[in-house]
């Protein structure tokens, strides 16, 4: 079992940057791929980056590639996702998620702990 505690989100001007963090509970941090979802109001959760759980391999969605970047240490049990160049659009409640094996998915359904979720809220 993992139990994730996620950090960092607040209130942010565009073009401002937010840095969320992701604490896992437990020993076995290593052994699960990771990602973020993002669920605005009135929409569906929503895929954002995912990294393998060597932090080799990452996967972003179309919306935040090049301007997001999903990290994670593994001695701190902690997954990161730094946000720069923020837009109004990127207010969502932020979540992670972990999978209980090496390689990610952009699938909310193939994640089996997930956090209690972080607002971010980017003013115009």
């Known amino acids: 079992q993992v139990q994730l505690v996620e950090s960092g989100g607040g209130l942010v001007q565009a073009g401002g940057s937010l840095r969320l963090s992701c604490a896992a509970s437990?020993?076995?941090?290593?052994?699960?791929?990771m990602g973020w979802f993002r669920q605005a109001p009135g929409k569906e959760r929503e895929f954002v980056a995912a990294?393998?759980?060597?932090?080799?391999?990452?996967r972003y969605a179309d919306s935040v590639k090049g301007r997001f970047t999903i990290s994670r240490d593994n001695a701190k049990n902690t997954v990161y996702l730094q946000m720069n160049s923020l837009k109004p659009e990127d207010t969502a409640v932020y979540y992670c998620?972990?999978?209980?094996?090496?390689?990610?998915?952009?699938?909310?359904?193939?994640?089996?702990?997930w956090g209690q979720g972080n607002q971010v809220t980017v003013s115009s």
């Open positions: 998620a972990a999978r209980g094996i090496s390689y990610y998915s952009i699938n909310a359904d193939e994640y089996h702990y």
């Open positions: 437990g020993r076995t941090f290593s052994s699960y791929a």
């Open positions: 990294i393998t759980r060597s932090g080799g391999g990452t």
